[in-house]
DNA sequence: TATTACGCTATATCACGTACACAGTTATGG
DNA sequence: CCATAACTGTGTACGTGATATAGCGTAATA
């Protein structure tokens, strides 16, 4: 508190602590308006659509002007990487498991509405206040169990990055344009079924004969989601009667 | 089988499913050569170092004579991504559950040795011969289980996409430079207890202030691990015990 | 009011991905 | 045995994008 800790520039920049100035002409734009911008490009045309020229234009400045606002185009990616976070789910009068099932859910879901997170993410651990708002409201959800505040965190960790794999995996499956049917789990089995050699992959290949990635019994997103999260959610609700 | 189904030509390149030719020259080089250069680049300078030249001048061609045998960058990417996985572990005579272990480390080791995996292995579902190895071997440990074709593969993928996170967050918070205690789970905490505002952050400035951050009966990385890989073996368990 | 820090623009550079056209090479069919 | 077609590798050229630099105007401070 004394010494204000020199923070990395992002990381200042993203929560407001900028050096207020007072000198020169005044700023027309600010910081947030550069990265509601440079969203929603991400949001129409992918990472690929997202330069600083476009971000610029979208705002309507000349593209060195970014440059009084952020570092570098990486730097913009981290704030956008948090400015695209939603409030997290409000807990209302849920039991902790099930709001962890519907912030996990949540987290998911917003994921899979913007892709390009997934790109981006990975790359910081979760400094900005939108991700720990996230953060804070999992943690008070689990104070109504007993565990303690390490394994809190860690569950956390595992419920969150439990949500960025299924989202990952759920988009990793669609594209694909259905151009000849690659797309979709079907389309995967289907692949696999072409390549798989059965004596190098034997396990794999009786999976794919059983016809697991085949329609209606086999694969769909959301029973792949659940399943994951009961796994989780029933470890912790098994370390909680442990703990009691 | 009768129709071989047009498969993407990434993925017919990475099983070496290439049409055989007999004209022109023989080429001097071959897809595992350049695959291999790739890796290597990226292993020792990172993603940020790799560019079809730096590429072109390991194996030592011209730039463009990459492109006889990748169709583009990304397609080399996806080659990369597979290439670069090792052999999975041995079952030995390991009970299921030991083995689950083994293969989530030993998965999420490999990525902590080549983080670049992380920027690229998020665009495309597993469909490399690699990969499929290792999928294939947990679903041979499942076999023991009372799970049915549909869990078995659930499973590999939660436990997969555990190791994915965790190496992510691992590697998250690893570099920062240690420029100023920034990197590490002390520094982070350290970071935390800066900019947290405990009215907005009721929870988490809690859980900043109890120390879990710091030192010793706190955070390591392999605790973390470990934690959360029990969650789900510990779920894995719980549903085999309830299907047999 | 003079000064000076600062916002924005325009221009310039440099790195890369990749299209294209050419030159050398080897199997094939007459 | 030769002409040709199907290839492979090379060099050059272009477009895009990130970012350095310098200049011009503006507004707070001395």
Do not use: C, H
Request: no cysteine.
């Amino acid at each position: 508190m004394a010494e204000e800790l020199a923070l990395p520039t992002v990381v200042a920049r993203m929560w407001g602590r900028e050096p207020v100035t007072r000198r020169g002409p005044r700023p027309r734009l600010d910081l947030a308006r550069i990265v509601a911008a440079a969203i929603e490009i991400a949001d129409v045309e992918g990472l690929a659509g997202l330069s600083m020229g476009s971000v610029a234009a979208q705002v309507g400045v000349a593209t060195m002007a970014l440059y009084r606002y952020v570092g570098s185009k990486d730097e913009l990616l981290v704030m956008m990487a948090d400015g695209a976070v939603p409030p997290p789910p409000e807990r209302g009068d849920l039991a902790w498991r099930d709001y962890l099932a519907v912030w996990t859910r949540a987290n998911r879901d917003f994921l899979l509405g913007r892709p390009w997170m997934l790109s981006v993410d990975r790359l910081t651990p979760p400094m900005g206040p939108r991700r720990m708002l996230w953060l804070d409201r999992v943690l008070a959800a689990l104070a109504d169990t007993a565990l303690d505040e390490g394994e809190k965190i860690r569950a956390a960790t595992a419920l969150t990055g439990y949500a960025l794999a299924d989202a990952s995996l759920v988009l990793g499956m669609r594209p694909a344009d259905a151009e000849d049917g690659v797309g979709g789990a079907a389309g995967y089995g289907r692949v696999l079924a072409e390549l798989l050699e059965p004596e190098a992959y034997p396990a794999l290949s009786g999976a794919v004969r059983s016809g697991v990635f085949e329609g209606v019994e086999g694969w769909t997103e959301d029973s792949d989601f659940v399943f994951g999260l009961d796994l989780l959610l029933d470890g912790i609700e098994a370390l909680n009667a442990r703990r009691s």
